[in-house]
């Protein structure tokens, strides 16, 4: 399985501002997904980041709110805007297809 | 949305018994997987199903794609303290050809030493 990292590992943010988390892995993959964990929560897909064009998005969740880069086939950034309480979560990122294996995540807690 | 129902929510159990947890659906999935995560750390992946009626084993771990293939289980023999975690099953929906993983609610194992 590929090894993935996440940066950062965690933050604290205050309301109104925004974080970009970082995806790296070490090797090149085609699919990459964020997903977010709420609190005490299970997994739930964000998006699909997908090389050479845009993310595909999952219901509930928008563009604007989680901006996604994807510039090649080993990095990607998710990035968490104009944050407030309810943003605070852990924010992993995977990749494989029907394998899935994850990053450690980063654990956002916004103020 | 689509759900996968996991049960128990949490376990509490002394060491050296046998842990059984399910998941099951109204929709037919294409893949099971079961992962453990433990504080502070990602979802590792321990198995993965992919035909129904499948049994796979991974060391003290035993899985199964049920037949109907809306449903799994998940059994770990003679729990350790190092099995405390939660474990969530995730599956694919048959549209969903790899991708888009839904997952349970995950079930809180504690083990007393």
């Known amino acids: 399985s590929a090894v993935i990292s996440q940066k950062p590992s965690r933050d604290i943010c205050q309301r109104g501002t925004s974080l970009t988390i970082q995806c790296q892995v070490d090797s090149q993959v085609?699919?990459?997904f964020w997903y977010r964990q709420q609190p005490g929560q299970s997994l739930t897909l964000i998006a699909t980041a997908n090389q050479?064009?845009?993310a595909t998005y999952e219901s509930g969740f928008v563009i604007d709110k989680f901006p996604i880069s994807r510039p090649n086939l080993t990095f990607s950034t998710l990035t968490v805007?104009?944050?407030?309480?309810?943003?605070?979560?852990?924010?992993?990122?995977?990749v494989g297809s029907y394998e899935q294996?994850?990053?450690p995540g980063t654990r956002l807690t916004v103020t | 949305g689509q759900q996968l129902n996991q049960s128990p929510q949490s376990m509490f159990i002394q060491e050296g018994e046998d842990?059984?947890?399910n998941c099951t659906s109204s929709s037919i999935f294409n893949t099971w997987l079961w992962y453990k995560q433990d504080p502070g750390e990602g979802p590792v992946l321990l198995i993965a199903l992919y035909k129904a009626g499948?049994?796979?084993?991974?060391?003290r771990l035993t899985a199964q794609f049920?037949?109907?293939?809306?449903?799994?289980?998940l059994n770990i023999s003679a729990?350790?303290?190092s099995d405390v975690g939660i474990y969530f099953c995730a599956g694919h929906l048959t549209y969903n050809q790899g991708g888009k993983l839904i997952f349970g609610q995950g079930t809180e194992l504690s083990v007393k030493p």
């Open chain 2, 54 to 59: 499948e049994l796979t084993s991974n060391g």
């Open chain 2, 79 to 81: 729990s350790i303290p």
């Open chain 1, 81 to 94: 805007s104009n944050m407030s309480p309810e943003d605070s979560s852990i924010y992993l990122c995977s």
């Open chain 1, 101 to 103: 294996y994850f990053g």
């Open chain 1, 30 to 32: 085609t699919m990459m």
């Open chain 1, 52 to 54: 050479g064009s845009e």
């Open chain 2, 66 to 73: 049920g037949i109907t293939r809306k449903d799994s289980f």
């Open chain 2, 19 to 21: 842990v059984s947890m």
